[in-house]
């Protein structure tokens, strides 16, 4: 293979007195060989600097501040699953290479094809995955993603808008196509009115720091958990019992207003048809020069005491509306607790919503993500471009070389993915 | 990665049984690694890190050794491969002081606003709850 003496190498058969030189080729290789491997240094430069900066990311992000693959919805099967692809198409783009080395076009052509089938099948898997970082609303977003990474004020505060305005490109919504959707909207009001209001007045009126802190950590949990929170769960557990004991404390007060003010009604309505009937009375008396009698003393009390009983009534009218503005808050957040409170996987999830969520560090996970994974599809697709030009050739020993590195490409493509694998889907 | 002066690859029957052993090994240490992420030595996350990233290695080097004929050939590709693995290496490097230690000298206004951990109280990593309380309060005022 290698010939270190070349046909520049001059005769001197002939000329015995001159001394022989021998040169020698720039590499013991083909120039495509050459350039394939300069090339892959490159790709190696590219990868290193993707793959480390995500992993100066990654561990320089402090305990449980970096989302696990779980909490971003990675299915660690899928990558294994990706992973096996990956390597069956290493292994048939060699058996490709080998039959076209021995000359055998028809089952180099049959493993080549393989290997596009396999890349193939490796893009699927990455589109079902992709699709599903869609749907939970996991992916970078202009001007900000959906991801948080804290339970603060302005966390609620972002949810809040979003919501508002979903709500309004909901009730603004006439096409058929929406009318199914009364279920959405009754869920996106309830968690309008029993969560966000709740939490915001909460942890506005609040001057515990730790009774705010858990009133919006319990907040984003409902919405998006994380992880299991027995804490919480007790937290919820507690307000509802707390807002139970509260709503039977204040129910039955209302209830006495309203009866209360059902009799002062009543008495008004006798009041005011007494009065009528005194004044009809009296104004049947007309004297000779056509003048109506003064009130009697019995009218003019009856009017008094319309006058009271209207203060009366205005009175409890407030009284109720007080009781109610109190009431209302509490049977709200407690069907937002019966409503809401068995989802496991939360509200977003359950609901489809891809409402704002709380994911430390999520974005930037995204971020480095769908960047890193993203470069290393498009290299599958270019692989798959490259054997699309390939497969109609006679794949015979003279085009082996050409083979050969197409396969040097396509495994190193094997090569990155092998570090990719644990390090998005396992740490 | 041994690389011989040789230069002649073995023959193509002995080399379809390297090939098949080479696809073997990478698909059990694809599963070893699988259940080194879902075992106990994930208890211990930087030993599990660790096993993984070497398991990772030696995967990339069976591939590079056997499918890309490294192990038949002769050793020049490192003049190429390895400065510019060094270079990206160094690159990444450079991350580390900024980005990599970025939470370790934060002013207290960075850390109010970096990510917080989420975790059970009292829990293996969970933050103290003083800075907790302390966001907290920051954010309403």
Known sequence: ?427 | MKSTNTTNPPPPTSQRRVFLMVFGLLVGLTGMSFGVANSWIMDDRIIGWSVMVGISVCKAMLVAAFFMHLWWERAWKYALTIPTLFMGSMLVLLLVPDIGMRTDHYPRSRQLLSPESITVPNAPGDESPTTDSESTTRTES
Not at chain 1, 91 to 102: R, W
Request: net charge neutral.
């Open chain 1, 1 to 427: 293979m290698v010939n270190h003496k070349t046909n520049l190498e001059p005769d001197h058969g002939s000329h015995g007195h001159s001394v022989p030189l021998v040169y020698q080729r720039a590499l013991p290789m083909s120039r495509g060989k050459v350039a394939i491997w300069l090339f892959l240094s490159t790709e190696i430069m590219f990868f290193t600097a993707l793959i480390g900066t995500y992993i100066v990311l990654r561990f320089g992000a402090p305990e449980g501040t970096w989302p696990t693959p779980s909490q971003v919805g990675v299915i660690e099967w899928l990558g294994a699953l990706n992973t096996f692809v990956l390597i069956c198409s290493s292994m048939t783009i060699v058996f490709a290479y080998e039959a076209a080395k021995s000359d055998r076009i028809r089952a180099a052509r049959s493993w080549l094809l393989a290997t596009m089938l396999l890349a193939f099948v490796f893009l699927g898997i990455k589109g079902v995955e992709y699709t599903s970082k869609y749907t939970h609303g996991i992916y970078p977003q202009f001007p900000r993603s959906l991801m948080h990474d804290r339970p603060d004020v302005y966390y609620v505060s972002n949810f809040s808008a979003q919501l508002k305005k979903r709500i309004a490109d909901l009730e603004s919504a006439t096409s058929p196509a929406n009318d199914h959707d009364p279920a959405t909207l009754e869920t996106l009001y309830l968690i309008q009115s029993g969560m966000v209001n709740w939490t915001e007045k909460k942890v506005g009126m609040s001057d515990d720091p730790n009774m705010k802190r858990m009133a919006l950590e319990s907040f984003a949990h409902q919405i998006h958990p994380l992880s299991k929170r027995p804490d919480i769960d007790k937290y919820l557990v507690d307000e509802q019992s707390e807002l139970v004991e509260k709503q039977q404390e204040l129910a039955p007060q209302l209830r006495q207003l309203e009866s209360d003010l059902v009799k002062v009604q009543q008495q008004l309505v006798r009041l005011s048809d007494e009065i009528a009937q005194l004044e009809s009375d009296r104004k049947s008396k007309v004297d000779a020069k056509g003048d109506f009698p003064e009130p009697g003393p019995e009218e003019l009390q009856r009017k008094a005491l319309l006058e009271s009983t209207e203060q009366k009534a205005k009175i409890v009218t407030d009284s109720i509306s007080t009781l109610k503005q109190r009431l209302n808050p509490i049977n709200l957040r407690l069907e937002s607790h019966s409503a809401f409170n068995q989802f496991e996987k939360g509200i977003n999830e359950h609901f489809h919503l891809k409402l704002p969520m709380v994911i430390p560090s999520g974005n930037t996970w995204a971020n480095t993500y769908f960047l890193i994974t993203g470069f290393h599809a498009l290299h599958v697709v270019l692989g798959i471009v490259v054997f699309l030009f390939l497969l109609p050739l006679e794949l015979n020993r003279r085009r082996a070389k050409i083979m050969e590195n197409v396969g040097l490409y396509w495994h190193f493509v094997d090569i990155v993915w092998i570090f990719l694998f644990p390090m998005i889907y396992l740490f």
